[in-house]
């Protein structure tokens, strides 16, 4: 079973509207997450950081993290063309993170 | 902002020739990584460093790796011997503090090994 899994994608969102994406991981014990989101040829770039259950809003993102369930979500709202990224869900443990594929978001005008 | 800042951005190699990337973590952190990510992959962690000396290590940061702290700046990371396999995107990230925290990410070293 892998470690952080993520739908690959694409998601595809009419500008304006909502995307929401999800993540799950396998470890319980796990603690720590973060959203990055990764344009093409470019480094990951930290959007959120989550580590209670609950929600977590800052802007236009909102980070659910549910531990019993082992999922993390992150919604986009009104999502505009410049957030077409791939979007990586990582997990901390000890000193590194471990990242999941990605989910590739297409938002269209 | 301050920010993670790598060179070169691009750096081709052949076979067998060593290489060493280079990074300057953001001035106040104190905890250094390497990731790397293959074309078309996920983005793997390959070290963690802490007080000049490696805290954490993944498989793939096997005996051709090294990492070295050479001043107050900047970090390292060096490839001994390089294979067809090792190209691929280095990353290097800082963050504040240790444990499960906030890394910042540098632009990237593409590394091309022909």
């Known amino acids: 079973q892998k470690e952080v899994e993520q739908n690959s994608g694409p998601l595809s969102v009419p500008e304006g509207a909502i995307a929401s994406l999800n993540c799950t991981y396998s470890?319980?014990?796990?603690?720590?997450f973060f959203w990055y989101r990764q344009y093409s040829g470019k480094s990951p770039e930290l959007i959120m950081s989550?580590?209670?259950?609950g929600d977590k809003e800052d802007g236009r993102f909102t980070a659910q993290l549910n531990k019993a369930s082992q999922y993390v979500s992150l919604l986009i709202r009104d999502s505009q063309p410049s957030d077409s990224a791939t979007y990586l869900c990582?997990?901390?443990?000890?000193?590194?993170?471990?990242f999941g594929g990605g989910t590739r978001v297409l938002v269209k005008p | 902002e301050p920010e993670v800042t790598q060179t070169p951005s691009h750096q081709v190699t052949q076979m067998g020739q060593e290489v060493i990337l280079r990074c300057v973590p953001i001035?106040?952190?104190?905890?250094f990584y390497w990731y790397r990510q293959i074309l078309g992959q996920k983005v793997e962690f390959l070290v963690s460093?802490?007080?000049?000396?490696?805290?954490?290590k993944s498989e793939i940061f096997d005996d051709q790796f090294s990492v070295e702290r050479p001043d107050g700046s900047n970090f390292t990371l060096k490839i001994r011997s390089t294979k067809l396999e090792d190209s691929a995107m280095y990353f290097c990230?800082?963050?504040?503090?240790?444990?499960?925290?906030?890394?910042?990410f540098g632009q990237g070293t593409r590394l091309t090994v022909v």
């Open positions: 470890d319980r014990g796990s603690q720590s």
């Open positions: 460093f802490y007080n000049n000396e490696i805290s954490e």
């Open positions: 989550i580590y209670s259950n």
């Open positions: 001035s106040n952190h104190l905890y």
């Open positions: 990582a997990k901390a443990a000890g000193n590194k993170l471990t």
């Open positions: 990230a800082s963050s504040l503090v240790g444990g499960p925290t906030e890394a910042f």
